[in-house]
């Protein structure tokens, strides 16, 4: 089962990428795939995305290069509100629609070839993750500490 029930959160099991970052880095992206519910005028709360059985998280500086993905989308149209979004906030949340991610993870793919092996296989490692995130939601949050 992908998702916990809500008053689980704290049992959720994040997957730390790293590529640079060192172990006591606390500055961080974590990413959130959103529950998306089936009741009608349903306000989506804190709850609703931090019910994900497996986030992940990124820390700086290794988010810097997938920010510089972020924000070649950008604007975007905020899941949230629906109100545009002109760049990537890495201080607070971000609702990023799944066809954002779909071009976003193009861009990766098209750019893979530029990277070390090691950079290749973190960025792979990220893909795979959101590809499968959106398995089970059209909507992951990203929401940066910084």
């Known amino acids: 089962m992908v998702w916990l029930n809500p008053v689980d959160y704290k049992k959720q099991e994040y997957m730390e990428l790293r590529l640079n970052a060192p172990l006591g880095e606390h500055i961080r992206l974590d990413f959130n795939p959103f529950k998306i519910s089936d009741v009608s005028g349903h306000e989506p709360s804190w709850k609703d995305w931090h019910c994900y059985r497996k986030p992940l998280r990124v820390y700086s500086p290794d ?7 972020f924000n070649k989308v950008y604007p975007i149209i905020d899941a949230s509100d629906n109100t545009e979004r002109d760049s990537f906030d890495v201080c607070f949340d971000n609702w990023i629609k799944q066809d954002d991610w779909i071009k976003i993870i193009h861009n990766i793919e098209v750019d893979l070839i530029n990277y070390s092996k090691v950079e290749q296989d973190f960025l792979k490692t990220f893909i795979d993750w959101i590809k499968e995130a959106l398995q089970h939601t059209s909507v992951i949050v990203v929401e940066g500490n910084l």
């Open 63 to 69: 988010f810097d290069v997938l920010v510089s993905y």
